[in-house]
């Protein structure tokens, strides 16, 4: 799979671990930065880059980490198309592509060690899109949400 990863600089140790780990797996990874803990960086940043990635086509999905995760979560929810939630369990990982069509990861850097963000990556990576008509459904209306339609 083709995934697009960037982190804050709190988010790098884990971001940099999965970008190793999915690599070593066979995916095809773009590495968006940050390229360093030892410099702050935005997490704001980090969700465009994903987002531009995943709307561009450049990648089919993304990772996005950074301290707790709610930052960054929230960031990359603000862009159109963009699908994202913060999974510290494997079932959400999955469970978030299968019933809600989420397209990023979002894990806090510093809730989770690199071996559940590994287990959580893969669920996620493994996951398909459920085509049951009522998620379909749902999904629909939360992309009714992003155009203000009540």
Do not use: W
Not at 32 to 59: E, N
Not at 102 to 123: D, F, H, K, Q, S
């Amino acid at each position: 799979m083709k995934l697009a990863l960037a982190s804050d600089h709190a988010g790098f140790p884990v971001k940099q671990h999965l970008l190793e780990f999915l690599t070593a797996q066979g995916h095809e990874v773009i590495d968006l930065g940050t390229d360093s803990a030892a410099q702050r960086t935005d997490y704001p940043d980090a969700a465009k880059a994903v987002g531009a990635a995943i709307l561009d086509g450049r990648a089919e999905r993304g990772i996005l980490t950074c301290g707790s995760g709610v930052g960054v979560s929230i960031a990359a929810n603000k862009i159109p198309g963009i699908y994202a939630a913060i999974c510290h369990d494997t079932y959400s990982a999955h469970q978030g592509v299968e019933h809600d069509f989420m397209n990023v990861l979002v894990v806090g850097a510093r809730v989770v060690g690199t071996a559940v963000a590994e287990e959580l990556a893969t669920a996620f990576i493994h996951a398909t899109p459920s085509d049951e008509a009522r998620y379909a459904r749902r999904f629909e209306m939360v992309q009714a949400l992003e155009k203000h339609i009540p």
